[in-house]
């Protein structure tokens, strides 16, 4: 049946605070360079008050990935948990000033807001400290049925897996999109939510629940259980519809029903900040994808977004990406 969305994503709905670091700092706190760990309500004041000044901006790993599909044109919706506080109403008017339908409720003031507290050292890594607050509250009943139906790809990130009431949330969802004959993207996220929920996600591919899934090397190795990132690929490539493995400076290559894709990552001047780099990726490959472009239109289409993703600070992007694509593909 016809669908009214190109894309409906459910993702954690967080405002991300960025601000400068170096090695030292990263050592000194106990943190885990390059990678996301979740903190607590306590942690994230004490990190918040030894942090650099830095900027807010609205983030979340799907949320940025709808953001960039919304700028390349796309039709799409959100769903995910806020607070009535500040910071909610600063995730909810950043995302729809974007053009994009979001109307689940903030639920009270605690716990607040949900926030990613990231730090960006001189070469462009970011280190996230992620406390979750209102956005691992996310209620099956905000799961809109009509909404999921009328949406040709859901779209959910790995990262809301792990608390348990939005994880049911999603679970519904992609009964619904089934039932419907849409497809379900699914991003990895990162290595531990893999950790966690592997057998989970493993269940899903095998039920045959997942269309598309994206993933970078880490993710591949831990999901399918080995170092060998290449025979990882091809392993997984054979159990999903469609697999996007992001490979870094490396590039990043897709399979689907047999064909296979891969393309050089696009040259930037300078690395400032890596965040959302993966969620622009994606918004790249899909707009491409819902264009009915080929596979290698559609990475090259991921690659350019996060190429303008990492020139700036921030998870969302800055550049007219239409124009962008455009001068890349015509």
Known sequence: MPTQYDVTAIGNAIVDVIASADDAFITAEGLNRGSMQLIDAARATELYGRMASGREVSGGSAANTIAGLAALGRSCAFIGQVADDQLGEVFAHDIRASGIRFDTPARGAEPPTARCLILVTPDGQRTMNTFLGASQYLPAAAIDAELIAASAILYLEGYLWDPEEPRAAMRAAIDIAKRAGNKVAFTLSDAFVIDRHGADFRALIEEGA?????????????????????SAVTALSAKVATLVVTHGADGAEAHSRGEHARVHAEPITRVVDTTGAGDLFAAGFLAGQAEGRSLEHSLTMGAVCAAEVISHYGPRPEADLTALVRARLG
Do not use: R, S
Not at 211 to 225: K, P, T
């Open 210 to 230: 997942i269309d598309i899934l994206f993933a970078n090397d880490g993710e591949v190795q831990a999901l399918m259980g080995t170092a060998d990132v290449a």
